[in-house]
């Protein structure tokens, strides 16, 4: 199964969202699924970033809007052209 998961808070944030979302994901990889997370990027606000964690999980962060003023969180721009068309493959 192909199993994209797609939030705006994952590792190095630590709270139940981020440690959930990564214990489910390395899970679902380990019993032969192909899972990719697509989360903010926590080191650029300009381009994306793709980590592979082992065979079946795949890490994109594409860059990030910094709305502090409203929470101090970051937020993945899903309208970036590389994310879709990762979406569009997969």
């Known amino acids: 199964m192909r ?3 797609a939030s705006d808070t994952y590792l ?3 709270n139940g969202v981020a440690t959930g979302l990564d214990m489910y994901a390395r899970k679902l990889s380990k019993l032969g699924h192909e899972v990719i997370i697509v989360a903010p990027n926590h ?3 300009k381009k994306t970033e793709k ?3 082992n065979s079946n ?3 994109y962060r594409p860059w990030t809007i910094s709305l502090t003023f409203i929470h101090p969180m970051l937020f993945a721009s899903f309208f970036n052209k590389n994310i879709k068309r990762l979406l569009e493959l997969f």
């Open 43 to 45: 080191k650029s606000f």
């Open 57 to 59: 999980l795949t890490i």
């Open 12 to 14: 190095p944030s630590i």
């Open 3 to 5: 199993i994209v998961f």
């Open 51 to 53: 980590t592979k964690i």
